[in-house]
């Protein structure tokens, strides 16, 4: 078969091209935990690391090697590894390169739960800084002696705020600092963080990338960018061979092997499978926001509207000219004194639900449920305000979208 360059087909054609014995369509599920070899010399050489293989499934199996070699073809990475959940491979990822004493910068515009987790951090030592991270002045303004990375999201959630990735990508390069990109919110599909020098690229898997709302996963990929060998915290055990692997080696042995957020092989196969539609789902999505954004836009009853895709969004030009399309998350903030609830309620199409990515499309207030717990002066410092709405807009007919908001809407009252 010739090389194939499309996106889609890239996707739709590689699990067959793996080479698995009797030539499935679909890249078998493993469901072993042991694997066994002919002689302990073998099972020796796959736990030093001198030899590819599987020696228990909390690390590896074919099925999710499978899977990984897919995600790093999306992200154009050297190599990926898969976990339980999105949140398993931030937390696995930052604790497995990360060390007491040590910093990291990340953007203050971040998922609840992430911004959750680095609160944590803190706890065990390690110092976290949040800045403004749609200016790149700001990340290079928390730098210290011990900055080890940078932590951003593509388009923020819920506030689509979109940092500068590309002067941090060449600030981070220039420094010899880590930067770690959050792809989920856009996808591979409609950007690729490698492009603006990201070394490590996270991906929530249960969102566009699997895409049905019907499994969990995570992943993170390494792009090959980033020299190892200048990061003061790799293990001397995992410094042997190619530095570009050391990253990764290690966030497998402490994150995978020690922490054990496992991804089955049941999870990844599902994932695999969906992922053959992003293309197609993404593209339907990202219409359906669009057309959405500009009906909001417009109401008299919405105070303002969140999404790349207006020409009113302070970092719509940066949209246009690195996604593919503006993505399918979208927020908007009711006028006072109108009540999220009052008008989520009346809408039968959209469902109240916490999850993003979903063929359907989703929707919930943000103050009282993902961003509670950290206040209302922490949500004020993100733009969250207690009239905010968050959609996940789906693959639905649009007209019928539009119509189930545009009603409710004018049977919305004070």
Request: net charge negative.
């Given at each position: 078969?010739s090389k194939v360059k499309g996106f889609t087909s890239r996707i739709v054609h590689h699990d067959r091209l793996q080479g698995f014995a009797d030539g499935p369509v679909h890249a078998p599920i493993y469901n072993s935990v042991p694997y066994s070899y002919a002689t302990t010399e073998g099972l020796v050489e796959v736990f030093q690391g001198r030899a590819s293989g599987h020696a228990y499934a909390r690390q590896s199996t074919p099925t999710t090697d499978s899977l990984q070699s897919l995600i790093s073809e999306a992200e154009q990475g050297i190599a990926t590894l898969v976990f339980a959940t999105g949140m398993a491979a931030i937390s696995g990822t930052l604790l497995a ?318």
């Amino acid at each position: 078969m010739s090389k194939v360059k499309g996106f889609t087909s890239r996707i739709v054609h590689h699990d067959r091209l793996q080479g698995f014995a009797d030539g499935p369509v679909h890249a078998p599920i493993y469901n072993s935990v042991p694997y066994s070899y002919a002689t302990t010399e073998g099972l020796v050489e796959v736990f030093q690391g001198r030899a590819s293989g599987h020696a228990y499934a909390r690390q590896s199996t074919p099925t999710t090697d499978s899977l990984q070699s897919l995600i790093s073809e999306a992200e154009q990475g050297i190599a990926t590894l898969v976990f339980a959940t999105g949140m398993a491979a931030i937390s696995g990822t930052l604790l497995a390169l990360l060390q007491r004493g040590d910093h990291m910068i990340a953007s203050r515009f971040l998922f609840g739960n992430t911004h959750s987790l680095l609160s944590t951090l803190a706890n065990f030592g390690i110092e976290v800084t949040l800045v403004d991270a749609t200016d790149c002045a700001h990340v290079r303004a928390a730098q210290q002696g011990n900055t080890r990375l940078v932590f951003v999201e593509t388009i923020a959630n819920p506030g689509t705020q979109i940092a500068s990735l590309d002067e941090i990508g060449q600030w981070c390069a220039q420094q010899n600092v880590l930067f770690m990109v959050d792809n989920t919110i856009t996808s591979p599909y409609l950007f690729n963080p490698k492009s603006v020098q990201a070394g490590l690229v996270i991906n929530s898997l249960s969102k566009y990338f699997g895409g049905h709302g019907t499994v969990l996963g995570g992943a993170i990929t390494d792009t090959g960018l980033f020299d190892w060998s200048h990061y003061p915290n790799i293990f001397p055990a995992y410094q042997q061979g190619d530095a570009h692997k050391w990253g990764l080696t290690q966030i497998k042995k402490k994150a995978l092997r020690d922490m054990g957020g496992t991804l089955s092989s049941d999870g990844a196969y599902q994932l695999a499978v969906g992922a053959e539609t992003i293309a197609l789902r993404m593209d339907r999505q990202c219409a359906n926001a669009a057309a959405l954004a500009n009906l909001l836009a417009q109401h008299e009853k919405v105070e303002a509207v969140y999404y790349p895709g207006l020409a009113s969004h302070p970092q719509h030009d940066r949209a246009r000219r690195w996604f593919r399309s503006f993505g399918a998350i979208l927020s908007f903030d009711l006028k006072a004194p109108y009540d999220c609830a009052a008008l989520l309620d009346d809408m039968a199409l959209v469902i109240n639900a916490t999850h993003l990515g979903d063929n359907r499309t989703l929707a919930l207030p943000m103050a009282s449920t993902i961003f509670y717990e950290m206040g209302p002066e922490n949500r004020a410092a993100l733009g969250i305000g207690d009239r905010m709405i968050r959609c996940s807009v789906g693959i639905e007919d649009p007209e019928d979208i539009l119509s189930c908001f545009a009603e409710a809407l004018a049977r919305l009252t004070p």
